[in-house]
């Protein structure tokens, strides 16, 4: 048999047969990445993205569910922290591997007016540098007896910084108790670049603990917890629907 380049005929072919099925099975498994993601983000978040674009510009209001602060579900501990529409779940995606680690709670209203209160009794710490967020200890998980969590705040500021968190939270507090209903702030815009502020909302999550008595990085949703199981509702982005409140029986 005669060889080419090393390869006789055979091995050449079958070479080449490799590289055609090992291409195939990239690009194959790229259509299905790429697919998946533009599922997520088309289908399951797009249409919530345009609803919340229609909300903020103030097209028929009265059609979007908005659930009051203080609400309160039977059997389940944590109210809810703000008035407003809830815009995006939890594991919602709005680009390429991103999944929204807890749900936003949309006011209609200007920066700084729609108040925002503690959804549980806790702890609250507000780290020297978080210009528009909080954070509260909660010791016991309602859903597990042998954890604590941590319910992350955010976006509670002006676009230029200006907190509007208030005065009894400022930068550095550690710790401070509160209960169920307190004060803490009022829904903002603030995104971190002055130029491009987002839609005046509320951002929060449950946030787990690192065994050590410290909350994990929040950016990541592997270290959020669907907050479904304690508000009582359907908070979580595989539904489909609007959330309108407390389910009815």
Known sequence: MIKVN????YN???LKKGFLITG???VFGGLIFSGFWAYRILVLTGGRSARIMQF???ENRKAFPIIKAGTHCDGYQFTFPSDGYV???WDDSFRPFHRHQGIDIFGGEKPGITPVYAASDGFLTRESDWVSSLIVRVPQDPTSADRQIWVYFTHMALPDGTSTIVDKFPKGSNEIPIKTGDLLGYQGN???DPLNPVGVH???SIVKDDGNGHYLNELRIQNTVDPSAYFGMNLNSRNPDSV???PTK
Do not use: E, P
Not at 6 to 9: A, D, Q, S, T
């Open 56 to 58: 903020l510009n103030g």
């Open 202 to 204: 509320l951002h929060i």
């Open 12 to 14: 050449r072919v079958m």
């Open 6 to 9: 090393g390869l006789n005929g």
């Open 87 to 89: 815009g995006f779940y």
């Open 24 to 26: 195939a099975a990239v």
């Open 190 to 192: 603030y995104s971190g």
């Open 244 to 246: 309108d409140g407390c």
